[in-house]
């Protein structure tokens, strides 16, 4: 079936610092990838996304890598703030089942003052 | 705020019985998607209805079922409850963005079976 697994299930870093989160999946029909912030309490919010044709895509302080070669996505935060405590999650697309997303587990983000 | 809204957001109910959870998606998108978010677990996903028709299957349990309505408004039917069922569920709608489908999510109902 498919996978999208994350390497660190929390990961704790100092307010100002930048943050990044992987994401690896396992299928290489992926087309499109979506990063989602998820606080306590609260659905899944777009923050990022990317489709398989590009290497990097930049938005508001956060960018997302991808590496087709070996499956991986990254997150990158800059300049983490408190507001950025929360699970990330990615999401991939795989195009022949449709618009379906599957998703991983997630990773904590734990921002210290 | 996403756009897309679910009601109710609280539902606390006792095994056995059996309850609808209602989502609206974003205005324009046809269609909409039902997860499940058990504790510690990532979100799975449960059905798909694209414009009133059912377009996919996950995860979903024989127990529950869905529709999406002529509004474009669905429900998701939970019968049958079991401990197990106590989670977060969410509704999506997506909507197409140069040939790519971005999910868009609720705020979803916790699900609390005693």
């Known amino acids: 079936g498919e996978s999208v697994g994350l390497h660190l299930p929390t990961l704790s870093v100092q307010e100002g610092d930048n943050s990044i989160i992987n994401c690896a999946y396992s299928?290489?029909?992926?087309?499109?990838f979506i990063w989602y912030k998820q606080e306590s309490g609260k659905g899944p919010q777009f923050i990022i996304d990317?489709?398989?044709?590009?290497d990097k895509r930049q938005g508001q302080r956060v960018t997302v890598l991808l590496n087709k070669t070996v499956k991986h996505l990254s997150l990158q935060i800059a300049a983490t703030q408190p507001g950025d405590s929360a699970v990330y999650f990615c999401?991939?697309?795989?195009?022949?089942?449709?618009?379906?997303?599957?998703f991983g587990t997630g990773t904590s983000l734990t921002v210290i003052p | 705020d996403s756009g897309v809204t679910q009601t109710p957001k609280h539902l606390i109910t006792a095994t056995g019985q059996r309850v609808t959870l209602r989502c609206s998606p974003r205005?324009?998108?046809?269609?909409v998607y039902w997860y499940q978010q058990s504790l510690d677990q990532g979100l799975q996903f449960l059905i798909h209805y694209y414009n009133g028709e059912e377009r996919a299957k996950g995860n979903i349990l024989e127990r529950f079922s869905a529709q999406q309505f002529p509004d474009l408004h669905s429900e998701l039917n939970l019968s049958s409850l079991e401990l197990g069922d106590s989670a977060l569920y969410f509704c999506?709608?997506?909507?197409?963005?140069?040939?790519?489908?971005?999910?868009?999510f609720g705020p979803g109902t916790r699900l609390t079976v005693l």
């Open positions: 990317i489709r398989s044709n590009m």
């Open positions: 205005s324009g998108d046809l269609s």
């Open positions: 999401a991939e697309n795989i195009s022949n089942t449709g618009n379906q997303f599957y």
């Open positions: 999506a709608s997506s909507v197409r963005n140069s040939g790519a489908y971005t999910q868009y």
């Open positions: 299928n290489s029909a992926s087309d499109y």
